[in-house]
């Protein structure tokens, strides 16, 4: 209180004391009411002032919040949006309340999907509580939309909690989630509210997938065909025309859906279904472009080459891998997609060995790529150039057996591919010494497929051609005791 405004209330009080003590009751009371009514007008206009700066400071932590939310930072919004809260009472504004209750929901359900073990059901599981105290506020009788808005966020924050869980637990989570949804779109009706409605359906289908993988069996088969139909009934309102981001995210997971029944189908009718995925993944990828939607473009183009694959379509799978190694050169799940259908599926020795050079020029430090790079030296006859990088990686004492054992097979193979016959026989020894040296347990992880090709068709290994791919053959073998037998049995 200012001093003037106390030098007013002391002359009040003076005068009012004064009167009293006249017993001049009604002339007190008058000067009371007087001074009441203006202490009253004073009030008003601060309350007033109290509740403009706290509607202005709201906005602006909600305005920080999404700020932040738009540059991915989800903690720095969790915290602006918990501000915001904090200046609200739910028993005077309850539906600014329950608004900022489902954007800290939000911000939550963010953090928890980027994170990982206690974290992220740390966030998943206060991403649900906030939603559910939403809901008391955003009932379907009062606010319809905005409770079928949350119960549809409440469902997919649910489903992401049930594919990171066990069997039981996450199964009663995704059935929370299918009931969220189904909830939603009793309000999200296609005549009223057709977007809201589509993006639902949506999300209901890509909940049923996670069902019916998890699920399997007759069973499974049914939620996956559910899905499907969610996919396609949302297609019909999310048309490329209107909504291309929408429909072309819809053919996306539409397209997952349909890989998941064909593995399951399996047969004639399992091929179909993939290549019915197959279309629904390169029309969504008419609209994810590498230059306009990057990272949509790359989850649907992974999702396209595992589609490839499973129907063995080895050159188109490989041409995928290398069309993401455009756009990502650091991708490592790319380059050894490739190198691997080059080299074992393809018998394509110069395009994988072409490749691996690229690759290994910018990583000298990755053995697994050096080691890919040597064996493809020798499978393209480079057998001088094969050797050197068989002798620097062997010299690595950090080297995994995994790589080791390979690598000294390989370097057998080219030392007779140069006529050294010489130096086998120590370097055979050598080979069996490191196997007895594993557990009994060893079983080789290396494919040779694309090796044995060659040795069988190369001219300068013919005349250990038998030898040779009987040696390969041996490190096939399921064990190390299996392995050192044929070796001694077949090879010796």
């Not at 002359?11 to 000067?31: I, M, P, S, Y």
């Not at 206690?118 to 649900?128: F, I, K, N, P, Q």
């Not at 008391?136 to 119960?151: E, F, G, I, S």
């Not at 066990?166 to 189904?182: D, H, K, P």
Request: charged share 25%; with cysteine; glycine share 8%.
């Amino acid at each position: 209180m200012g001093a003037q405004n106390q030098s007013e209330l002391g002359a009040e009080l003076k005068t009012w004391v004064h009167r009293l003590c006249q017993k001049n009751f009604g002339g007190a009371g008058e000067l009371l009411r007087e001074a009441a009514e203006g202490k009253a007008k004073q009030l008003a206009k601060v309350r007033k002032e109290l509740e403009q700066l706290t509607e202005e400071t709201v906005n602006s932590f909600r305005l920080a919040g999404d700020a932040h939310s738009n540059n991915y930072a989800f903690d720095e919004a969790l915290i602006a949006y918990e501000q915001a809260l904090a200046c609200v009472l739910r028993e005077i504004t309850p539906h600014l309340w329950a608004v900022i209750m489902v954007q800290v929901g939000r911000a939550c359900h963010e953090l928890g999907v980027r994170a990982e073990g206690a974290a992220l059901h740390y966030h998943l599981s206060a991403a649900v509580e906030a939603y559910r105290r939403a809901l008391k506020v955003q009932t379907r009788r009062y606010l319809p939309q905005d409770w079928a808005r949350t119960q549809a966020y409440l469902g997919t924050t649910l489903r992401e909690q049930g594919v990171r869980m066990g069997e039981e637990a996450g199964g009663r989570l995704l059935e929370q989630s299918v009931e969220a949804y189904r909830r939603a779109l009793k309000v999200q009706t296609r005549w009223h509210l057709p977007q809201d409605w589509a993006r639902t359906q949506a999300h209901l289908g890509t909940t049923l997938r996670e069902q019916g993988v998890r699920m399997g069996g007759e069973a499974g088969g049914r939620l996956l065909e559910q899905s499907v139909e969610a996919y396609r009934q949302a297609l019909e309102v999310q048309t490329r025309r209107d909504f291309p981001q929408d429909w072309a995210w819809t053919q996306s997971h539409l397209g997952i859906a349909l890989r998941e029944q064909g593995m399951q189908a399996g047969g004639e009718a399992g091929r179909q279904l993939l290549g019915k995925a197959i279309a629904a993944y390169q029309g969504a990828l008419e609209i994810h472009t590498p230059e306009t939607l990057p990272w949509h473009w790359n989850q649907t183009q992974h999702h396209l080459i595992q589609t490839w694959l499973a129907l063995e379509d080895w050159p188109a799978a490989a041409t995928g891998f290398v069309r993401l190694l455009e756009i990502y050169p650091d991708d490592a799940e790319a380059y050894y997609g490739a190198s691997m259908l080059y080299h074992e599926k393809l018998f394509a020795f110069e395009e994988a060995f072409s490749l691996s050079r690229r690759w290994f020029a910018s990583r000298p430090e990755d053995l697994e790529a050096r080691g890919q790079l040597a064996e493809q030296c020798f499978t393209t006859g480079r057998f001088a150039e094969a050797i050197e990088h068989f002798a620097e990686l062997l010299a690595n004492p950090e080297i995994n057996p995994q790589i080791k054992i390979p690598l000294q097979a390989f370097e057998i193979a080219a030392l007779l591919g140069l006529n050294q016959k010489v130096a086998v026989p120590e370097k055979f020894e050598q080979l069996c010494m490191a196997i007895a040296h594993q557990s009994g347990n060893f079983v080789l992880e290396w494919a040779f497929a694309g090796s044995k090709y060659f040795i069988a068709r190369n001219e300068r290994l013919m005349p250990y051609r038998e030898w040779l791919l009987a040696l390969f053959i041996a490190l096939e073998a399921p064990g190390r005791d299996a392995i050192l037998n044929r070796l001694g049995e077949d090879i010796r």
